[in-house]
């Protein structure tokens, strides 16, 4: 009996692990997913956030007025992420802390380091009047998903908001939102 239980115990681990191999539009969710090595997260139910990397992000020009709001947003983005991550994920037993360094890996958690490469407003006029894509707002990270010391998975998202004629601020916090609801997806399919 206690054999079996051991064998179905790690038959589950074994099922839920991705195997080695780049997917596009992952589970419908990640726009593209690599796993670079075999991992085992079995268990682990910590999700570390190391701090969010933004140079990346192309800002408005500083006269546009979404630049204070771009710039805030970005300065409080680990902490956001964070706090909307443990939204999605606190229903399946998972804890995410955010972490002080990026130097930070923990081999009896899943550490997840973003590097933020979109937090773009868009133009609400343009959506609402000349639409077919025009001012969307667009939000994207690209990421690496470590196993103690070794970086397992990395992937590339993007979420575009168009159509939405929302006032900037709530569509900066529903492009955070959005995003995390995915990457949160991504983490309980691993």
Not at 163 to 185: H, I, T, W
Request: proline share 3%; with cysteine; glycine share 8%.
């Amino acid at each position: 009996m206690i054999i079996l239980a051991v064998l179905m115990f790690s038959c589950v681990g074994m099922m839920a692990q991705v195997k080695v191999g780049k997917y596009k539009d992952w589970k419908k969710t990640i726009d593209l997913l690599e796993v670079k090595s075999p991992y085992d997260f079995t268990g682990r139910k910590t999700v570390i956030l190391l701090p969010v990397e933004t140079s990346a992000v192309k800002l408005p020009d500083k006269d546009n007025d979404n630049y204070k709001l771009v710039t805030k947003s970005l300065a409080n983005l680990t902490q956001s992420l964070a706090n909307e991550l443990q939204k999605n994920l606190q229903k399946q037993g998972y804890k995410v802390i955010v972490a002080e360094n990026a130097d930070v890996r923990d081999p009896e958690a899943i550490v997840l380091q973003l590097n933020w490469t979109e937090f773009d407003l868009g133009n609400r006029a343009l959506r609402a009047w000349v639409g077919f894509g025009a001012g969307n707002a667009g939000f994207g990270t690209d990421g690496v998903i470590y196993d103690g010391d070794d970086a397992v998975i990395t992937f590339s998202h993007r979420r575009i908001s168009p159509m939405d004629s929302r006032d900037y601020e709530k569509l900066a916090v529903k492009g955070v939102k959005d995003v995390c609801e995915d990457l949160a997806k991504m983490i309980l399919g691993l």
